[in-house]
């Protein structure tokens, strides 16, 4: 499975993130072959977030990888679980010194704003395949963002641009993530 999790999220990474610019510094990323893909197989909080605490030892020992997209194939399906997740990964970056040189963005299959409708097109903005913790560098980040021209216009771009495609739409790409030819 975990060659498959790899492959379906280096597709919705391509197919979605990348093609519809929901982030416009992923395709510099992606092109460099600077992002880092790699399957958990934890089920619980403690392993989930030392495989997260693991993958920052493993950024600051490879400087040229940029990124980190770490998938949970067999865990954390229920997205409430996930967020329990997220909050104890971000505690966890700040306590082991991570804060300021490492950032957490989600995604997950079932993913839903605060304030959302789950029927709501913008929540595939941070849909992926599988439960998916991404390590950001956050010095690269800073300098993407300063160069780039309104920042803050980026998630209402996508927004839009996902409400605009509609719910069938944004089901449709991230179904075709998960086909074997994928």
Known sequence: ???IAISQTREWVSSVIVKYNFCPFARKEVENNCIHYIVSPATSMDDAVMDMLEQCVELDREPERE???IMFDNGFSDFE???DLVDLANALLVAQGFEGKYQIANFHPDYVFADSDETDAANYTNRAPFPTLHLIREASMSEALDSYN???SIPEHNINLARR????FWQQLLEGCKKPSA
């Not at 495609?165 to 069938?168: E, Q």
């Open 1 to 3: 499975m975990t060659n």
């Open 67 to 69: 990124t980190t997209l």
């Open 81 to 83: 679980d996930f967020l």
């Open 150 to 152: 309104e920042p803050e």
């Open 165 to 168: 495609k509609g719910i069938d």
